[in-house]
């Protein structure tokens, strides 16, 4: 038995409190209580905690807490001493220790880089340094051609009038007539609106199967064109229109508004 056991139990006895309400009271477990009134310090948990209990049970009782704590560090001679754990996982090894394989292929590739490049700068200065001890040839100029002593004679074109007949062995061939050219515009066309008061017409004019002209043309204005195939002309208001076609007049429509188209040859 431990003075500061003896101690508790008689207090808490002679105010005839159990261990029970002690518990209650104060918050501290009763087998702490128990541990602490035998002096089992082995079953109670660290020295911190003790002196805790020690200060909560001794204001319970009505007891000296500083003098109670000296007695419990003069029986239990030291604190307990500080436990180190180890860890329950191993510790994570860093990267720049234990590279990764990724890292590893792309330093190897860094290497061989640097290394193709050194190689080929070394091939290179050799092969100047060859090129450079080489001797230029000389390559002799090519002689130019010595002059002919007679120049040739450049035969002089004969010219045969397209009238004349060539005599040959056997007979004469007579020279072939020259085609006859056909007139450059064989269709001659003119197109005229009628003065005086009227909107004029929409004209759109086609020759040889092109259109060139297409808009509005004001009244007593007209227009010429030539075709060498045909024309084609096509009237919003065919009433104020005339077609004039190598000199022959023709009327394209009687009532205003009237849409015709007129064709050459029909």
Same mark, same amino acid.
């Given at each position: 038995?431990?003075? $500061?056991?003896?101690?508790?139990?008689? !207090?808490?006895? @002679?105010?005839?409190?159990?261990?029970?309400?002690?518990?209650?009271?104060?918050?501290?477990?009763?087998?702490? $209580?128990?541990?602490?009134?035998?002096?089992?310090?082995? *079953?109670?948990?660290?020295?911190?905690?003790?002196?805790?209990?020690?200060?909560?049970?001794?204001?319970?009782? =009505?007891?000296?807490?500083?003098? $109670?704590?000296?007695?419990?560090?003069?029986?239990?001679?030291?604190?307990?001493?500080?436990?180190?754990?180890?860890?329950? @996982?191993? #510790?994570?090894?860093?990267?720049?220790?234990?590279? @990764?394989?990724?890292?590893?292929?792309?330093?190897?590739?860094?290497?061989?880089?640097?290394?193709?490049?050194? $190689?080929?700068?070394?091939?290179?200065?050799?092969? *100047?340094?060859?090129?450079?001890?080489?001797?230029?040839?000389?390559?002799?100029?090519?002689?130019?051609?010595?002059?002919?002593?007679?120049?040739?004679?450049?035969? &002089?074109?004969?010219?045969?009038?397209?009238?004349?007949?060539?005599?040959?062995?056997?007979?004469?061939?007579?020279?072939?007539?020259?085609?006859?050219?056909?007139?450059?515009? #064989?269709?001659?066309?003119?197109?005229?609106?009628?003065?005086?008061? *009227?909107?004029?017409? %929409?004209?759109?004019?086609?020759?040889?199967?092109?259109?060139?002209?297409?808009?509005?043309?004001?009244?007593?204005?007209?227009?010429?064109? &030539?075709?060498?195939?045909?024309?084609?002309?096509?009237?919003?208001?065919? !009433?104020?229109?005339?077609?004039?076609?190598?000199?022959?007049?023709?009327?394209? =429509?009687?009532?205003? =508004?009237?849409?015709?188209?007129?064709? %050459?040859?029909?």
């Amino acid at each position: 038995m431990s003075q $500061l056991g003896e101690r508790l139990r008689a !207090a808490r006895e @002679s105010q005839g409190i159990s261990l029970s309400q002690a518990a209650a009271e104060t918050r501290i477990l009763q087998r702490y $209580l128990v541990a602490l009134e035998d002096g089992d310090y082995q *079953n109670l948990p660290g020295d911190v905690y003790v002196r805790g209990f020690i200060r909560n049970y001794a204001a319970f009782l =009505g007891l000296s807490a500083d003098e $109670l704590i000296d007695l419990y560090r003069y029986e239990r001679g030291r604190t307990d001493p500080i436990r180190i754990v180890p860890a329950t @996982s191993n #510790p994570r090894v860093r990267g720049c220790i234990a590279p @990764s394989l990724v890292g590893v292929f792309f330093v190897v590739l860094a290497l061989v880089g640097v290394t193709y490049l050194v $190689l080929s700068a070394t091939n290179r200065i050799g092969e *100047n340094a060859q090129l450079a001890t080489i001797p230029t040839a000389t390559i002799p100029p090519v002689p130019s051609p010595l002059p002919t002593a007679f120049p040739e004679s450049t035969p &002089t074109p004969i010219i045969i009038p397209a009238t004349a007949t060539v005599a040959v062995a056997g007979g004469a061939i007579e020279p072939s007539p020259t085609p006859t050219q056909e007139p450059e515009a #064989p269709i001659v066309l003119e197109v005229r609106i009628d003065p005086g008061d *009227n909107p004029g017409s %929409w004209l759109e004019i086609k020759t040889d199967g092109e259109s060139v002209f297409r808009r509005v043309l004001a009244p007593g204005r007209s227009v010429r064109f &030539t075709a060498r195939r045909s024309v084609s002309v096509r009237a919003g208001n065919a !009433a104020v229109v005339t077609v004039v076609i190598n000199d022959q007049e023709r009327r394209l =429509g009687t009532r205003p =508004g009237e849409v015709v188209t007129f064709e %050459w040859p029909p």
